[in-house]
């Protein structure tokens, strides 16, 4: 691909935000889909609208303005959470649009001539800027006593201990700073849209009795215990149905377990499909079975239901209640036991990804 000076680059401080401004320049007459993801009632393009002109639209599905600043630049504001605009920057980068490192480091700034404690300090730095709670910040502030240094230098060795140490820990801190990938799934009306707003203590999702509703995957975010937990509420999986929309909302939900850290399995009161039991036995996460609707079971049910063994692919089970929150502790407890079954001691370094960049520059 042709190199341009077109660029997008977000103007406000990283991290969730009430609001995001992402700037956009471009170059003249090329990058015609660049705002192809925008649309609006009377389809007036970015491109048409005169300086200092608003526009209001949506932007796959996320309200949003588009405000034009000069002939060949725009601003872009919207909806301040990580996802919202990390979406966007994604949009614009497959347009073809070079997208500019976020903070006072750039890959520019650390050389072949930069010292060792410079690329520390870039790399603490840059991972700072990523941090969403403070136990993730402190965690990372922890990293900035020197002990990066000979671990990035191992690791530039192809030193075996060191490679096992960055494998092991990898995943875990790069949670760290962009939060787990949670997928809910199970068959139509088991309550999974229920247990998505209780999860996330306000109305995310829509409930409704009609099976089918969520067809397409949706997504909200949440803290717990210091941790940015991103759930993804799937279109129930069900083996046969007469919608292609439902069904193609399955495909994704199928083809999302590939890529969490973590699949919740909701079941009601009926068993699991086969084709979903089929489905997640080829999972490359834990599966944790959560067996909703406690409210509607009587004392003999939920004694016969929690002495039932966990059997394939299901890792553990959890009895809650979407409608009352019965269990939602529980619950909290087992995902976090199932996404981090080990923690790192306080004086180990951690492999942030920022560092793998760094560790061939010297």
Aim: glycine letters at 8%; hydrophobic letters at 45%; proline letters at 6%.
């Amino acid at each position: 691909m042709k190199t341009t000076s077109a660029m997008a680059r977000l103007l406000t401080a990283p991290g969730p935000g009430a609001v995001a401004v992402i700037q956009v320049q471009l170059e003249p007459g090329l990058h015609a889909n660049a705002f192809q993801p925008f649309t609006r009632p009377d389809q007036l393009s970015p491109f048409e609208a005169v300086t200092g002109r608003i526009l209001y639209g949506r932007w796959n599905g996320e309200d949003l303005v588009i405000v034009r600043t000069g002939s060949q630049t725009w601003e872009i504001q919207c909806h301040g959470g990580q996802v919202a605009v990390e979406r966007i920057l994604a949009d614009l980068q497959h347009a073809g649009i070079n997208r500019q490192p976020v903070g006072g480091y750039s890959s520019a700034a650390v050389s072949a001539g930069s010292s060792a404690a410079d690329r520390e300090a870039a790399v603490i730095s840059t991972a700072l800027q990523l941090c969403r709670t403070r136990q993730a910040a402190d965690i990372v502030l922890r990293q900035a006593d020197g002990r990066q240094r000979p671990w990035m230098q191992q690791v530039q060795q192809d030193d075996a201990a060191a490679l096992q140490h960055l494998n092991r820990w990898l995943p875990l801190t790069r949670a760290l700073l962009h939060g787990f990938r949670i997928l809910l799934t199970g068959e139509p009306n088991a309550g999974k849209s229920s247990l998505l707003n209780l999860l996330c203590g306000r109305q995310r999702a829509i409930v409704s009795e009609t099976p089918g509703t969520t067809r397409d995957l949706l997504e909200a975010e949440t803290c717990l215990a210091g941790w940015v937990l991103q759930f993804h509420d799937s279109a129930g999986i069900r083996s046969a149905t007469d919608s292609e929309i439902e069904a193609d909302g399955i495909r994704r939900s199928l083809s999302a377990a590939n890529t969490v850290d973590l699949i919740c399995c909701v079941a009601g009161l009926q068993p699991v499909p086969t084709v979903l039991l089929q489905a997640l036995a080829a999972a490359r996460c834990p599966v944790l079975l959560v067996q909703n609707k406690a409210d509607l079971l009587t004392g003999d049910e939920r004694a016969k239901m929690s002495s039932e063994a966990v059997v394939a692919p299901f890792a553990a089970r959890v009895i809650v209640s979407a409608l009352t929150g019965e269990g939602l502790p529980e619950l909290h407890q087992r995902m976090l036991h199932l996404l981090i079954p080990e923690q790192p001691a306080a004086d180990e370094p951690l492999p942030l990804e920022q560092a793998l960049s760094q560790v061939a520059v010297g």
